[in-house]
């Protein structure tokens, strides 16, 4: 029983692992904030003609947009769309007629303050307003995949969900569609986070065990038990790594 111990231990590096990444993320995240990084724009809704386009702008300068395009007098209410003229900010020159979000952070789906224009899709428009948010003091263009990696540093979403938004967005059939779903939905997540409570509520059965098993009422199946999870947690894993390597 005592393999099972060691099994165990050994085991544990991977809840230390996912500790330094955790360290590590929390570490960027207060870099980010200290920083107080440029704000990103970028256009969600793909490039091509299209009734609407979406334009999705993330970061602590998203307010100067809401209020230099839309021209409001103060912050609109969050989470509401709003038929408005969007002007630029050095000609006032309307620019378009479309709907604009505001999403105060942390409640958006990057963390920080977040607008959503929603215009028409023709390429002068979608030209004139990405134009018109480059003259906006603190901006600049998103690059490949940043609102998801803002969504990351900020704890909205972890790794395996990230991936499947990824994989969701290219996904071409059914199956693909479902599998990425449910893991942008965090089942993934959920898996490994139920691995990790089974390696540590192991570990600390075995060291309750070795430290007050004389002196205590310690259960005398404890180890058994614990070794029976390490065992199901063993052959899980080792259908990860036939699954893995069979693709």
Not at 15 to 23: D, G, I, Q, S
Not at 82 to 96: A, E
Not at 106 to 118: A, K, M, V
Request: charged share 20%.
């Amino acid at each position: 029983m005592l393999g099972s111990y060691y099994t165990g231990v050994k085991l544990t590096k991977l809840v230390y692992n996912e500790y330094l990444a955790l360290k590590l993320r929390n570490n960027l995240c207060q870099y980010v904030s200290g920083f107080q990084q440029k704000s990103i724009y970028a256009l969600s809704s793909g490039y091509g003609k299209c009734g609407v386009a979406v334009i999705r702008i993330s970061g602590p300068h998203s307010a100067n947009v809401v209020n230099e395009l839309g021209k409001f007098k103060k912050l609109p209410e969050p989470r509401k769309a709003i038929l408005r003229y969007l002007r630029d900010p050095i000609t006032n020159n309307i620019l378009d007629r479309g709907l604009l979000i505001w999403f105060p952070g942390p409640n958006s789906f990057t963390g920080f303050d977040c607008c959503e224009l929603q215009v028409h899709g023709g390429s002068a428009v979608i030209a004139a307003v990405l134009n018109a948010l480059a003259k906006i003091p603190g901006l600049r263009p998103a690059g490949p995949g940043e609102f998801s990696k803002q969504a990351f540093y900020n704890g909205k979403m972890d790794l395996t969900e990230a991936e499947g938004l990824a994989d969701l967005i290219h996904a071409e059939t059914e199956m693909q569609r479902l599998q990425a779903f449910h893991q942008m939905e965090g089942s993934l997540h959920n898996l490994y986070s139920s691995w990790k409570h089974i390696l540590k509520q192991s570990v600390a059965h075995v060291e309750a065990y070795i430290d007050f098993s004389e002196d205590q009422n310690i259960e005398d199946n404890i180890l058994g038990d614990t070794n029976k999870n390490l065992v199901i947690l063993k052959d899980a894993l080792q259908c990860c790594v036939v699954l893995e390597t069979s693709f």
